[in-house]
């Protein structure tokens, strides 16, 4: 691996770290045999910029519209596109949240490993409209 640091360095200057991160490049730090990734949020939204929602929309035989996404098995039905979306974007928001609460679950499960990208993305975006505007419908 690539400028893998000790933990015992990094914690004796623990400030120059961050900003080498942060102003910098990511690092890789190893705690005996455990390693992890220090990233800015800067670098790991870039990362997960790709990460979108395609949603499939279903007219319903009522004139509802029921949207649901390939990546994540969410479906929800409103009486019109917009409505739909804003319901999709608020499954979202409640699902990542239980996702990262129960983290071990869920990303150990085979099913919903693959969320996990998603999911982070969703709880690093900062406000509603970014999230609504994901969703491809």
Do not use: C
Not at 11 to 25: A, C, E, N, S, T
Not at 48 to 71: C, W
Not at 106 to 126: C, I, M, Q, S, T
């Amino acid at each position: 691996m690539y400028d893998v640091r000790n933990a015992t360095d990094v914690r004796k200057d623990w400030g120059l770290f961050i900003d080498q991160v942060v102003h910098g490049k990511p690092g890789v730090v190893k705690r005996n045999r455990d390693y992890f990734l220090s990233i800015s949020l800067e670098q790991v939204l870039r990362l997960l910029e790709g990460y979108r929602f395609k949603a499939e929309i279903l007219p319903e035989d009522d004139g509802s519209i029921t949207l649901s996404l390939e990546e994540i098995d969410l479906v929800v039905n409103g009486p019109d596109l917009d409505t739909a979306k804003n319901e999709m974007v608020a499954e979202l928001i409640s699902y990542s949240q239980d996702y990262f609460n129960d983290f071990q679950l869920y990303y150990n499960a085979p099913n919903r490993k693959g969320h996990f990208p998603y999911v982070l993305k969703l709880l690093l975006l900062e406000d509603i409209k970014t999230v609504y505007g994901l969703i491809d419908a």
